[in-house]
Structure formats: structure tokens, C-alpha cells
DNA sequence: ATGGTGGCCCGGCCA
């Protein structure tokens, strides 16, 4: 099974790039990110000519989630289950092949001094209680996204660069490691635990994905039961080239269920 | 060059 995860910046600016890059990876689900779409506008027919299903939450000019899957999609849910945790469709949740997945978009924070910060750190604790509401973590699952934070200081290009920034932050990788905690494993940092600096996200500005300056906060977070079998896992810095690219490129690994 | 690039959608916000 191949869960991959993909923050398009745009679904509308990018199905052409979303479709193309479907046909070659063959996901069985893809989680998107930023689709920028409201629900009315989604391209659910795009993806059902591909042979998915889709489930979808979004409010039109910002945020936007959704689950694509070929193994099924049930028990669509939307929303941290409170009523102003959500912050702007930042979250979807559907049942897919026998494995629990979740696509969110973790909040940017902005700025360490910024209102926006201390309200990401918060959404991630509202993640956290999430799952412990409504999941086991004895049961396959993955939570899938872009997490805006940095895992580790050899998961950004120069860690200089990003003194007193968000995303590399104490408050908020121990959020991240919080919601770890709960019983999930960096999917793609078990299978290549030695190696350093392999981004997913890398500026439009200055040249930076040509200039090897990233950051990999685009993760696939599993319970143990997927993380032991995962069989691959990439990063497909493919997808970042050529016209119109996301500032993002897609995360994916193959696992099973037994 | 006190910016940069790209998306939203048309002046400014957001990443």
C-alpha cells in the first residue's frame, strides 16, 4: 500500500501536475494539502477518470485538505473536533484500505513573536487529543502532511538561517514530539535514519531547490504496526521541477497491514 | 535589489 503526501500550494494551479504525477506513482491514497479549493470547486471527477475516490475540506481562498484513495474511503471526518480548533479546514480523516489516514496542514506560526505561534503550538496539542479520542495507536494509521516544523536540525539546509524562526523551534518540535508520543514513528526517518539534509519543501525564491536549500517538514507519521512494514520510502524531488511546480514535492512510503 | 517568488484575485495577504 503507498500513502503519499503532498502540499500543492493550489490544486487548481496544480492538477495538471497532481494528475501527471498519479499516473507514474500510482499512490493507493494520496493526501493533498492547500488546496485553496472550496468543496463545491474540487475536481472529484479529475480523480474518479483515475480510478479514485475523494473526500475533500475546503473553505475557498486558503488551507484545503483531502484524501484521494483507490482502496476505499469511509468514514470521512473534518475538523480537530472542536469547534474553533480547526482554524480554516485544516484537517481531514477518512478510513482507506484497512488503515485510519489523516491529512492536515499544521498551522505556519509565522513568527516566534507572533499570535499565530503560540496558536500552532496549541493546534498540535488539539491534534494530539484528537487521536487520543478517537484512535488506538495499536491500529494501523498514519497521519500524513505538512507539519511546518523541521524534526531535527539536519532536516534544513543551514541551521544559521533559521536563528529565532518558526519551524525549527524547541516549543515546537517537542509539540511534534508530543504528538509522537502518542504511538507514531517519522515514517521516512526510520527507513533512512543516517542520512541528512533530504527536504521536501524548498523556497520559490532565490534559486533554493536548485541551490540545495530546503527543509523537510512534509512527514508520514505511522503507528508501529505500518512502520515495521514499510518497505520504501521517498522523497520525489521529481515532482518539484519542471512548469509550474509546488513549492512542496510529494513524500511517500509502501507499507502494509499483513 | 532594504527585495526575493508564487498563489489567491486585483491591493494586499499569506506562505
Redo the contacts with the bound molecule.
Keep these: 500500500m503507498r500513502i503519499a503526501t503532498w502540499n500543492v500550494?493550489?490544486l487548481?494551479?496544480r492538477l495538471g501536475r497532481v494528475e501527471e504525477w498519479i499516473r507514474y506513482a500510482r499512490p493507493d491514497v494520496l493526501c493533498l494539502q492547500e488546496t485553496?479549493q472550496a468543496d463545491a470547486a474540487f475536481p472529484h471527477g479529475a480523480f474518479a477518470a483515475l480510478g479514485y475516490e475523494t473526500a475533500h475540506h475546503g473553505d475557498?481562498?486558503?488551507n484545503g485538505v483531502a484524501i484521494i484513495s483507490r482502496v476505499g474511503i469511509d468514514n470521512v471526518a473534518t475538523g480537530l473536533g472542536s469547534a474553533d480548533d480547526d482554524q480554516g479546514t485544516r484537517v481531514i480523516a477518512a478510513d482507506c484500505g484497512g488503515v485510519r489516514i489523516l491529512s492536515v496542514y499544521v498551522?505556519?506560526g509565522?513568527a516566534l513573536d507572533d499570535p499565530?505561534y503560540p496558536a500552532k503550538l496549541a493546534w498540535l496539542a488539539r491534534l494530539r487529543e484528537l487521536l487520543d479520542e478517537t484512535s488506538d495507536p495499536s491500529q494501523p494509521l498514519a497521519v500524513c502532511g505538512d507539519f511546518?516544523v523541521a524534526p531535527e536540525d539536519r532536516d534544513v539546509w543551514d541551521l544559521s538561517q533559521f536563528e529565532g524562526m518558526t519551524h525549527v523551534s524547541q516549543p515546537e518540535r517537542a509539540a511534534l514530539a508530543d504528538l509522537e508520543s502518542w504511538g507514531l514513528v517519522d515514517a521516512f526517518r526510520r527507513r533512512y535514519p543516517d542520512d541528512d539534509k533530504l527536504f521536501s519543501w524548498w523556497?520559490?525564491?532565490?534559486g533554493s531547490f536548485h541551490r540545495h536549500r530546503g527543509m523537510r517538514i512534509d512527514l508520514i507519521l505511522v503507528t508501529e504496526v505500518l512502520a515495521g512494514n514499510t518497505s520504501y520510502a521517498l522523497i520525489d524531488r521529481q515532482a518539484r521541477k519542471g512548469e509550474?511546480p509546488s513549492?512542496h514535492t510529494p513524500v511517500f512510503i509502501d507499507t502494509s497491514i499483513d
Design positions: 500550494n493550489s487548481t494551479a485553496k475557498g481562498r486558503w498551522p505556519n509565522r499565530h511546518n523556497d520559490y525564491r532565490g509550474k513549492d
